[in-house]
């Protein structure tokens, strides 16, 4: 089945607590990509991916880091939390261009 | 930077009624894509109808079309038909020639029975 897998799907941590989210696609897509979901806001993209080894960052890349050492995965690192990173995350891949596949969604709470 | 605007941040219909979701946004390119995906409260994220800047002819999907209006910037959902599963949050998206994705406030709609 063609997924995008997304762990964990609920996450309380603290503050400076270094965590990872990962994210993995079985569907040999190029494009991967980071995002955040606050109330009122929409979605923010955090990072993107072209391709493997290369990263760009969207609107919101402060506090966050991302790899892209295979195309399969793409996890997010958070290494100094804040509580103004507590959000909804959301990992996506596609085929440039096309459908975005989303994962699951990861709640975070930094307290 | 580029902004993706919802003017709309709730909408409510009678079921079987047509709405219409507006979308604008700013942009310098000439080629990118759009997008309008639907999030339901079970917080999927599911794809509804997607439209390149170059082709001018507007895109549907069953129930679901848009009117894009490039050189007004403008690319409106209307939805036909409305059916209670329809409840949802729409986001309007806009892919820049770099696949950067700005996305829009989103717009809550409610079907009502």
């Known amino acids: 089945e063609a997924q995008v897998t997304q762990n964990p799907r609920y996450l309380i941590t603290v503050t400076g607590k270094k965590l990872t989210v990962t994210c993995s696609q079985n569907?040999?897509?190029?494009?991967m990509s980071w995002y955040r979901q606050d109330p009122g806001l929409g979605l923010r993209q955090i990072y993107y991916?072209?391709?493997?080894?290369?990263?760009d960052k969207g609107d919101v890349p402060e506090g966050y880091k991302v790899s892209r050492k295979e195309k399969r995965n793409f996890p997010l690192i958070l290494e100094s939390p804040s509580p103004n990173q507590t959000s909804l995350y959301f990992c996506?891949?596609?085929?440039?261009?096309?459908?975005?596949?989303f994962g699951s969604g990861t709640q975070l709470s930094v307290l | 930077a580029q902004t993706v605007t919802q003017s709309q941040p709730e909408m409510s219909v009678q079921e079987a009624e047509t709405v219409t979701l507006s979308c604008t946004y700013d942009?310098?390119?000439?080629?990118?894509?759009l997008f309008w995906y639907k999030q339901p409260p079970s917080r999927q994220m599911i794809l509804v109808i997607r439209?390149?800047?170059?082709k001018q002819q507007n895109a549907t999907e069953n129930r679901f079309s848009v009117n894009f209006q490039k050189a007004a910037k403008s690319f409106s959902l209307k939805i036909s038909d409305s059916q209670l599963g329809d409840t949802a949050m729409y986001f309007c998206?806009?892919?820049?020639?770099?696949?950067?994705?700005?996305w829009g406030a989103g717009t809550k709609l409610i079907i009502k029975p």
């Open positions: 991916s072209m391709n493997v080894e290369v990263t």
């Open positions: 998206v806009k892919a820049r020639s770099n696949y950067q994705l700005i």
């Open positions: 996506a891949s596609s085929l440039i261009g096309e459908k975005l596949f």
């Open positions: 439209q390149e800047a170059y």
């Open positions: 942009t310098s390119e000439n080629n990118y894509y």
């Open positions: 569907m040999n897509h190029e494009y």
